[in-house]
């Protein structure tokens, strides 16, 4: 307990540090009719809402569209308060308002489990976390959390707008307010409609909204819905634009080469050959930019033009620094030091709780395993990209990105101008997954863009340098022990993990202004002098982010420890898909099915009675179990296996039916079950969870990148496997929708299903696999 | 050089002529027909799908002078406003997309198949629509398929 109020403290003192920085109106994210520029006609009425002349509603739009149906999603909620069909929603840009940050992907960062919710210690460290959140203001995509975020704020902006209009309408004919009703638009009076949003929009500006309040929930018609996605009529026919498909007046483009060797640099090379290429106008040196690898960029009239020259350029790489990286040696490191650490009770441990050492010791069976998972890409299907004019100052960028504020940050240290003088653009994403968290991509194309006069340029990286020069998600090796008592009950768990820390790795990038203070709150956290000498050095601080997944045990296992180690490899590292959940949920899973089989019990009814208490839990796991028939006779060369993980706030289980092709795993059928809180469009959830499974499915089988000299060795797809339709499982979906608040679901389906999967594989041959990927072995 | 693309001549830039340049990036920074994709390259992932002389084909390593006189049809012609193509449809009921920078060549892919078989089974459908997806839209893709091979067969 002492070591978390210790965190707290530190996330205090940031916080007090922040808000003598701003001056934003006590707790209120509404915003006010100026916060939105007016154009066309529109009425501001507060930081989301405008009503265009035709009384359309136009709001903010402060998330990017990257398949996870955001769009959707955010304009149903304002659709529902204000009375309006969907598509009566249009979307405008969100510009870069603190009001537009997201405060619960904050929250998802507070270090608790499930059984912590009522502790004073949560609500308090909840508390803070949320005021430090609004106060900083950062607006990313990412961790699951855009309904969560946008929950209460939307539907109070979309509510007080209402408010205000049939306030102006009641003014405006003279009638009492609780006369007049709303329906798509129109306001109503028992004498028939009146006026539409458009035409009481610039009174409604000027009218106080009073008392608002949200529907009750058995008010709502479009809330719970699976209406069909925005976005998808463009996805069918061509005409959705990504960034990739950004086209202005008399723009070129640029192809990129970095140093193979992460973290290396450039030497001489053959530019004026290159430039002497046909088409070809530019090459660039580019220096290593927010993380990036230090590269070459040859800028020429076309895509194909450039990518040829930049095929013809021969480059004295130079070797990094701090050696060249190999990622066996990396995993081999990693598993020394978690055994070390286990030993010697280090690392920081995110949960303590009895004596899990007293009780190993005195346990009837032990056991004691060690897991691992490899370094993964994300290897989004539209490769790095991003479009970028310096003309006359200003600079202006469009870019796929999760970090519309970051990228505005960069292109102003690059360009060497103040953040106000910058543009960004939001495409739509062609896939996230977390890389479009960095932006390595903006700062270099703003980069390019400086040496063109004025040109916009649109910076393409191949999908060779798209998988070789990623953040990749860390590889990791935990120990894991456990003991059971006679009975068979678990009454021990001891696990230390070590992989790199991510969000540190991650600040340095996009946050290079707040280095400094995660440094004092690195400090705050170790104010023992535990942390060792050498990672104290190096700004390691114990990492939320990397620990996930493990340390909020749901089992009620009554002496538990549960720690961590955050290296430094000098991989570079990254958010991806899931985070640390994305493996630990397979160490967890993995074991937890250890011990059920060590205790001679059945996997589901051993997970069961551990979820004591844990409500949620225990009901997703009954209905995957029941709907997949769990405990009924299947096929010859058939088997299950389950597994049960909460993350970004959902609860998911799954059971997988695995069959053997060829000596390997051929997954057959995927049975889900989430609660996440309520469900705003089920369409969407459902969908959600094919593609949670489908992601997850291809790093269980093949996801690894393998460094070696310093090089990624997987370089595009026949390297680097994806699932494919012939290889795709059945997957079915199961709701059981929650009344809290919309919790994660872009994420939350992806952990369970390597572990269910292995468990399954486990039930089928008796071979357990306890390393991701499990084609590797 | 002129093209053939979704029954119009067009004409490609001088830039974008050279015999030896990708049909996809012709499509794409000659003509600024974008719904054409690039995803590898190298013909592996199939989101640079179009039709040549109706077969489905990788655009991404299929060369200018490959195509002269024959008819390509992009994403942009595989239907219109007021006729979108059965697929199309079928896509939207299904609500396919996810990220959605795939599926024009999976559009493609699938639009090349059933023109040729119009009840494929799920094995025809592996083997024509090998184009990859990172979202996992596959489950729905081949249910928008039979869907809109159904329709077809009406």
């Not at chain 1, 009384?55 to 529902?80: F, I, K």
């Not at chain 1, 441990?349 to 490899?374: I, M, N, R």
């Not at chain 1, 022990?481 to 768990?493: E, I, N, R, S, T």
């Not at chain 2, 023109?115 to 799920?122: F, G, I, L, Q």
């Amino acid at each position: 307990m002492k070591r978390r109020t210790l965190l707290l403290t530190g996330t205090g003192a940031l916080g007090a540090l922040v808000v003598g920085w701003g001056v934003m109106p006590p707790r209120s994210r509404l915003g006010d009719a100026h916060t939105l520029p007016a154009v066309d006609g529109q009425v501001g009425l507060n930081g989301w809402i405008k009503i265009a002349s035709d009384g359309a509603v136009v709001l903010a739009m402060n998330r990017s569209e990257m398949g996870q149906g955001v769009h959707t999603a955010l304009s149903q909620l304002v659709a529902e308060e204000l009375d309006v069909p969907l598509g009566r929603v249009r979307l405008t840009e969100a510009g870069h308002d603190a009001i537009y940050g997201n405060i619960a992907a904050f929250l998802g960062n507070v270090p608790f489990g499930p059984r912590d919710h009522e502790r004073a210690v949560f609500k308090f460290s909840t508390w803070i976390t949320a005021k430090v959140g609004r106060e900083l203001g950062l607006n990313l995509t990412g961790g699951s959390s855009s309904t969560a975020d946008a929950w209460d704020t939307l539907r109070l902006a979309a509510a007080t707008a209402r408010a205000q209009l049939l306030g102006a309408a009641a003014l405006k004919h003279r009638l009492p307010v609780d006369e007049l009703t709303v329906k798509d638009g129109t306001i109503h009076h028992a004498s028939g409609p009146l006026s539409h949003y458009g035409e009481l929009a610039a009174q409604a500006a000027l009218t106080p909204p009073g008392q608002v309040r949200l529907k009750d929930s058995k008010q709502w018609t479009q809330i719970g819905r699976a209406l069909p996605r925005a976005d998808l009529a463009a996805k069918v026919d061509g005409s959705a634009r990504f960034g990739l498909d950004v086209r202005q007046q008399g723009q070129v483009f640029a192809a990129i080469r970095h140093c193979p060797m992460l973290g290396g640099g450039i030497g001489p090379a053959n530019v004026d050959a290159v430039r002497a290429r046909p088409g070809v106008l530019r090459v660039v040196a580019l220096g290593p930019i927010a993380g990036s690898t230090a590269a070459y960029a040859v800028v020429a009239r076309t895509t194909w033009h450039a990518r040829e020259a930049a095929k013809a350029l021969e480059v004295d790489w130079q070797p990094p620094p701090n050696g060249r990286l190999d990622s066996k040696a990396i995993l081999a490191a990693l598993e020394a030091e978690a055994r070390r650490a286990h030993a010697a009770g280090d690392g920081f441990a995110f949960l303590k709780q009895g004596d899990a050492a007293g009780a190993l010791a005195g346990a009837a069976t032990k056991l004691e395993a060690v897991y691992s998972a490899p370094h993964l890409a994300h290897v989004t299907m539209e490769p790095m990209n991003c479009t970028a004019q310096v003309l006359d100052g200003h600079v202006t960028v469009w870019a796929p990105t999760q970090v519309p504020g970051f990228a505005r940050d960069v292109a102003a240290r690059v360009a060497g101008v103040a953040p106000d003088k910058v543009t960004v653009h939001v495409t739509y994403l062609g896939g996230g997954f977390g890389r479009r968290l960095d932006i390595d991509f903006v700062g270099q194309a703003v980069r390019v863009a400086l040496e063109m006069g004025g040109l916009p340029v649109q910076l393409v990286w191949s999908r060779e340098e798209d998988m070789t020069h990623d953040f990749y998600r860390p590889a990791e090796v935990s120990v894991l022990q456990a003991g059971l008592d006679a009975a068979g009950k678990p009454v021990a768990l001891a696990i230390t993990g070590a992989s790199d820390a991510i969000v540190p790795r991650w600040a340095e990038r996009v946050l290079p202004g707040l280095a400094p203070t995660l440094d004092l709150l690195n400090r705050n956290a170790f104010p023992d002098g535990r942390a060792p000498a050498a990672l104290l050095a190096r700004g390691d601080a114990p990492d939320k982010t990397a620990s996930e997944g493990l340390f909020e045990l749901p089992y009620a296992i009554p002496n538990a420890r549960v720690a961590h180690r955050p290296t430094h490899s000098g991989v570079p590292v990254g958010m991806w898909r899931g985070v640390g959940h994305s493996h630990h949920a397979f160490f967890k899973e993995g074991f937890i099915d250890e011990l059920a089989h060590a205790a001679k019990a059945d996997p589901v009814a051993f997970r069961f009675e551990l979820l004591e208490g844990l409500p949620r839990h225990q009901a997703v796991l009954k209905r995957a179990a029941e709907a997949a028939g769990w405990g009924q006779p299947l096929p010859e060369g058939l088997a299950r296996g389950v597994a049960v993980h909460e993350s970004f706030g959902s609860v998911v289980a799954q059971v997988v039916e695995v069959t053997k092709q060829d000596g390997r795993p051929r997954v057959k059928r995927v049975v889900c079950a989430i609660d996440c809180g309520i469900v705003v469009n089920p369409g969407i959830v459902v969908r959600q969870m094919e593609s949670c499974i489908v992601f997850g499915l291809t790093a269980a089988l093949w996801g690894r990148i393998d460094i070696v000299d310093g090089e990624v060795q997987q370089k595009s797809f026949p390297d680097h496997p994806l699932m494919t339709m012939a290889q795709c499982p059945v997957i079915e979906t199961h709701l059981l929708p929650g009344d809290g608040p919309p919790t994660g679901v872009g994420e939350p389906g992806l952990p369970p299903v390597a572990p269910a999967l292995a468990n399954a594989w486990f039930a089928l041959t008796g071979d357990r696999k306890r390393k991701l990927p499990l084609m590797s072995q | 050089m002129e093209l053939k693309v979704n029954g119009q001549a067009m004409t490609l830039p001088e830039i974008a002529s050279d015999p030896a340049m990708p049909l996809l990036w012709a499509l794409r920074d000659g003509l600024h027909l974008t719904g054409t994709k690039f995803g590898c390259g190298i013909a592996a992932c199939g989101a640079c799908t179009v039709h040549v002389d109706g077969q489905a084909t990788r655009s991404c390593v299929t060369p200018l002078e490959a195509c002269r006189g024959k008819a390509i049809t992009t994403i942009e012609g595989l239907g219109s406003p007021d006729h979108p193509h059965a697929l199309q449809l079928a896509w939207l009921a299904e609500q396919v997309p996810q990220c959605g920078y795939c599926q024009s060549g999976m559009l493609m892919a699938a639009a090349a198949l059933l023109a040729k078989n119009k009840n494929p089974s799920d094995a025809d459908i592996d083997a024509a629509v090998s184009n990859l997806c990172r979202c996992g839209t596959y489950p729905r893709v081949r249910a928008a398929i039979k869907q809109a091979a159904g329709g077809l067969k009406k």
